[in-house]
T-cell receptor
């Protein structure tokens, strides 16, 4: 079974620029998550999709972050404009069910550095 | 109060030693519990689920105490390859909440 694919692996941008990340979940996984992991902290949920609908985006800074999953498969997360504090690893994960009763599988992440 | 709190460590132990650490969670309605392992600059990977009766997976033993709202992980006969950050994970209604992790370093 192919894992969760993410790209790019690394990105360096200047503050106030925009950036986009892409995620392709495991085939057949209806639930997709975007997490932000700042150095020294645990992953923090930004947004959760069930198919192409948003289940939870309560911790997504909506003034600068946006995400979509138009066809219920792959997803993009965008930051515009970026701030220094957005430097983090952005992890995408997927699970077969919304309940995530068996945990879920993460992609290798995109490491973002904002300078 | 954070949803999941862990002792960050680090726990520095020699090969062959036993190391144990806990985490506490704030939501008494939490339904499922997990330990994830995260190697340096890698993504978190599921290590094991934690069941109410306690469970083992090889050298790893997980315990859950719902009354006190804490979860523990014990590693027996530590190997160099066990060096990692261990993330305590708690499932609420439909999402997983992660602790900041406990760092374990096993030395030769």
């Amino acid at each position: 079974e192919a894992g969760v694919a993410q790209s790019p692996r690394y990105k360096i941008i200047e503050k106030r620029q925009s950036v986009a990340f892409w995620c392709n979940p495991i085939s057949g996984h209806a639930t997709l998550y975007w997490y932000q992991q700042i150095l020294g902290q645990g992953p923090k949920l930004l947004i959760q999709f069930q198919n192409n609908g948003v289940v939870d985006d309560s911790q997504l800074p909506k003034d600068r972050f946006s995400a979509e999953r138009l066809k219920g498969v792959d997803s993009t997360l965008k930051i515009q404009p970026a701030k220094l504090e957005d430097s983090a690893v952005y992890l995408c994960a997927s699970s077969y069910t919304q309940g995530a009763d068996y945990g879920y599988t993460f992609g290798s992440g995109t490491r973002l550095t904002v300078v | 109060r954070k949803e999941v709190e862990q002792d960050p460590g680090p726990f520095n132990v020699p090969e062959g030693a036993t190391v144990a650490f806990n985490c506490t969670y704030s939501n008494s309605a939490s339904q499922s519990f997990f330990w994830y392992r995260q190697d340096c600059r890698k993504e978190p990977k599921l290590l094991m689920s934690v069941y109410s009766s306690g469970n083992e997976d090889g050298r790893f033993t997980a315990q859950l105490n719902r009354a006190s709202q804490y979860i523990s992980l014990l590693i027996r006969d530590s190997k160099l390859s066990d060096s990692a950050t261990y993330l305590c994970v708690v499932k609420g209604d439909y999402k997983l909440s992660f602790g900041a992790g406990t760092t374990v370093t096993v030395r030769a």
